[in-house]
């Protein structure tokens, strides 16, 4: 028991110290770059504080995103593990260091995480270490956190680990009663992204099937148990999404359906860039100007090694390797992406960048492991950590972004730029827009009020609280179809109130994707967001899931002493 702690306590000491050299260019300037994505993970996190001090600890809208519209970005992009960096949030903490914890706490946890994967296949402290320091430090990782700014991508990499655990004990290491490791590594990257998910389960069918899963009912079992309850688990999110996504047109439906993949694919230069550039994707921008996305020279050279050191080609790091190469030139230009359109929900062919980051590391920590002097291990590590440092340095002469005297309220109020620079919606809320039905209206235009069919400001008077909106409709406008400014999300309801009671009001969404419904007579109305009956059905199932599991846990720890 004091070793297993003692273990424990290595590997939590090495991802501290891990996490915040990796953190440093912010905890030496009080200076947050604002990146691709940075503004909508602030948004997230103001959002959730917002709606966690109203008592809705499970928001579906954002109800004062957009100008007031609202926007039910939580309802598609899980905010669960947003919720550290929102409770900060409304204790009054600074919005960047806020920001800055958040990226610091998936880095610890991913610094950890992939010490355990390594050193469970390994068994080799130092080893996995090093390897950690490369797949931390690494020039995909790094672009994710510094220049697209991918909260959710990045945040996926801390379960990415636990996932090829969870795969290795299960299929490889005869251990079929670990298949918890794949349920939190599933869960885990639903409750991250959605599409680092969609990877995930793709690798994880094809190794049960590199594996022959069905002719072991154990194995056959073990893989079902750890979906399955990763599936209830996260049932709350998943099935609402679906719900939703299937209810009307969304932006982000027409962007998977319209990705120019060949123009996202990579050219053989940018395999071999190695510093960090603060650019953007796509063929036409040349190197000064192309974000760097591939893993590093360590961890695309050192598992071509791997068969020298076994030749073990039914092993788990063997596996890795091909795969992980695979992944690797999969989104090579070479390949015939403008013919692959069934993949285009990917957007990008470049994050499959993100599997081979993970699956190389693994044979490159089984060929350290077999090097005889440990000061070997050693030198690696140190330039591995040099080099990462290397390509930190950049951050610093970033001239674009937040301080910790900077609130909230400068970004939407267009204190440090243009709320909605060239969008028809406020795009330092909600970036792409991909949550927005496609009939939205032009929202800068469009100012918050209740109109008639024929868009016509009524003088009816209206307030907002949270996710409720009440109006007050005089015998003038009874009968009237009236349109309210809340972007339509299934799940709104509207009531006519009454003393003592209410009467439901039916309501649809009109020609701009926005709440309408027709008043029968004059009176107080209320329209609020009160989540689908399905949803509701769904956050029931995963707290009894959670809560089963727990028992089951505590129930095994007993039988077992």
Same mark, same amino acid.
């Given at each position: ?11 939590? =000491? ?19 770059? +604002? &990146?691709?994505? =940075? ?15 109203? %008592? ?25 593990? +947003? ?27 991913? $610094? ?43 945040? !996926? ?52 099937? @590199? ?14 148990? %750890? ?13 609402? @999404? ?43 921008? &040349? ?33 890795? @390797? ?12 070479? +390949? ?50 040099? &080099? ?10 970033? =001239? ?13 109020? %267009? ?57 007050? +409709? ?33 309501? $649809? ?13 004059? %009176? ?15 956050? !029931? ?11 089951? $846990? ?8």
């Amino acid at each position: 028991m004091k070793r297993h702690t003692a273990h424990r306590g290595k590997y939590l =000491t090495a991802a501290l110290i891990l996490s915040l050299i990796f953190v440093y260019p912010w905890l030496f300037k009080n200076f947050v770059g +604002v &990146e691709h994505d =940075t503004f909508f993970h602030l948004s997230r996190i103001q959002g959730l504080a917002e709606a966690i001090s109203r %008592g809705d600890l499970l928001p579906a809208v954002y109800p004062y995103k957009n100008n007031g519209y609202g926007y039910a970005s939580p309802l598609f992009y899980c905010d669960i593990l +947003v919720y550290p960096a929102a409770l900060l949030y409304l204790l009054h903490v600074p919005l960047s260091y806020c920001y800055i914890a958040m990226i610091w706490l998936y880095t610890f946890m991913t $610094a950890y995480t992939c010490q355990k994967l390594f050193s469970r296949l390994t068994g080799h402290f130092t080893a996995s270490l090093a390897v950690t320091v490369a797949y931390l430090f690494c020039n995909y990782r790094i672009t994710d956190v510094f220049v697209r700014s991918a909260v959710g991508e990045t945040a !996926a990499m801390m379960f990415l680990p636990v996932l090829l655990s969870g795969l290795y004990e299960v299929l490889w290491n005869d251990h079929p009663e670990r298949w918890y490791l794949l349920t939190i590594g599933l869960a885990g990257l639903i409750w991250c992204h959605n599409l680092t998910f969609l990877m995930g389960a793709v690798l994880f069918v094809i190794m049960a099937f @590199m594996r022959s899963f069905w002719k072991d009912p154990r194995i056959f079992k073990a893989l079902f148990y %750890g979906a399955f309850t990763a599936f209830l688990l996260t049932a709350w999110f998943t099935i609402p @999404m679906l719900e939703q996504v299937f209810s009307q047109k969304l932006y982000v439906s027409w962007y998977a359906k319209h990705s120019d993949l060949e123009a996202g694919s990579l050219t053989w230069w940018k395999y071999l860039v190695n510093r960090t550039v603060f650019g953007y994707s796509g063929q036409q921008y &040349e190197r000064d100007k192309a974000m760097v996305v591939n893993p590093g020279y360590f961890l695309m050279i050192m598992p071509i090694l791997y068969p020298e050191v076994s030749k073990k080609k039914d092993s788990f790091p063997y596996a890795c @390797m091909i795969l992980g190469y695979i992944f690797l030139f999969l989104p090579c230009a070479l +390949v015939p992406w403008k013919y692959l359109s069934f993949l285009r929900v990917l957007q990008f062919p470049w994050r499959l960048i993100t599997l081979a980051g993970i699956l190389l590391s693994v044979p490159a920590a089984a060929v350290l492991s077999r090097l005889n002097r440990e000061v070997w291990i050693a030198v690696f590590m140190t330039v591995l950590l040099c &080099e990462g440092v290397w390509h930190l340095n950049p951050v610093f002469d970033r =001239t674009f972004g937040i301080t910790s005297e900077t609130v909230y309220e400068d970004i939407t109020g %267009g204190k440090l730029c243009d709320p909605y620079y060239s969008a028809s919606y406020m795009r330092v809320e909600l970036a792409g827009g991909d949550y927005l039905p496609m009939s939205s209206p032009d929202f800068r235009k469009y100012e918050p009020a209740v109109r008639n069919i024929d868009q016509e400001i009524l003088p009816v008077e209206y307030t907002k609280t949270g996710n409720e909106v009440q109006i007050t +409709v005089t015998e003038e406008y009874a009968g009237t179809k009236i349109e309210l400014p809340l972007t339509w999300y299934k799940g709104y309801r509207v009531y006519r109130m009454e003393e003592g009671s209410r009467t439901e009001i039916k309501c $649809a969404p009109d020609e701009r994707a926005l709440v309408s419904f027709i008043p029968q007579s004059a %009176g107080t109305y209320v329209c609020r967001y009160e989540s689908t009956f399905l949803r509701r059905i769904c956050i !029931a199932v995963s707290l009894l899931s959670h809560c089963a599991l727990i028992v089951y $846990a505590l129930f095994k720890k007993i039988r077992t002493g």
